[in-house]
């Protein structure tokens, strides 16, 4: 069966650090991949999107990679605040119909 | 523009009760679609519509039925409620119904079944 994996329940970085998240799946071929964000009490918020084609996409401090042959996505926040922690979710999803999957999360705490 | 609204945001039941959550989305878009989220599972896709007319199972469809009442509406009834049914449910919506297209989320509705 499908399945996505995010390197940790947690992590805890230094502010101004560059904070690495990893989502990792297996038994899927996704044509795109996405990431958001979700503060407590609150339903995720888009982030970024990347496609099976691409191997990086960049948004102001907010880098994603795909590696379709690790079947990886590492996703990179530049110059972390204390205003970035937050749970980041990734997601996985086909060109057609409805088999979007979402990974479990990984709690980040950006330390002032 | 509210974007996506969910009511209520709070709920207890007993065991056996039935309820219906309420989404409505103002964007406009095509397809919308229920999760439930639970602790270290991520967010589990129950049902979905992708487009009006139409509903189809997600993952997690037991114990649950859905009806998309317009283009802007989607309802989620649980007809008995069971203590497994305890969650965070969100209501999503997006303009297309494929991994390209972003969703929208609701706040969310937390719901406790005694």
């Known amino acids: 069966s499908q399945k996505i994996e995010q390197n940790s329940e947690a992590l805890n970085i230094q502010e101004g650090k560059t904070a690495t998240l990893t989502c990792n799946y297996t038994?899927?071929?996704?044509?795109?991949l996405q990431w958001y964000r979700q503060d407590p009490g609150r339903g995720p918020v888009f982030l970024l999107l990347?496609?099976?084609?691409?191997k990086e996409k960049r948004k102001e401090r907010l880098k994603v990679t795909f590696d379709t042959t690790l079947k990886q996505s590492l996703f990179h926040i530049t110059a972390s605040q204390p205003a970035d922690s937050a749970t980041y979710l990734c997601?996985?999803?086909?060109?057609?119909?409805?088999?979007?999957?979402f990974g479990p999360g990984t709690r980040l705490s950006v330390l002032p | 523009n509210a974007g996506v609204t969910q009511t209520p945001k709070f709920q207890v039941l007993k065991t056996g009760q039935s309820m219906t959550l309420q989404c409505a989305q103002d964007?406009?878009?095509?397809?919308m679609y229920w999760y439930r989220q639970d602790p270290g599972m991520g967010l589990r896709l129950i049902y979905y519509?992708?487009?009006?007319?139409?509903?189809d199972k997600g993952e997690v469809p037991n114990g649950y039925n859905v009806s998309r009442l317009n283009k802007r509406e989607f309802s989620l009834r649980l007809e008995s409620a069971a203590p497994s049914q305890t969650s965070v449910y969100f209501c999503?919506?997006?303009?297309?119904?494929?991994?390209?297209?972003?969703?929208?989320f609701g706040p969310g509705t937390r719901l406790l079944v005694l």
């Open positions: 999503a919506s997006s303009l297309g119904l494929a991994g390209l297209e972003t969703q929208y």
């Open positions: 038994n899927y071929s996704p044509a795109y």
């Open positions: 990347i496609r099976e084609n691409e």
């Open positions: 997601a996985l999803g086909h060109n057609y119909g409805q088999n979007f999957v």
């Open positions: 964007m406009n878009h095509n397809s």
């Open positions: 519509s992708a487009s009006e007319g139409t509903t």
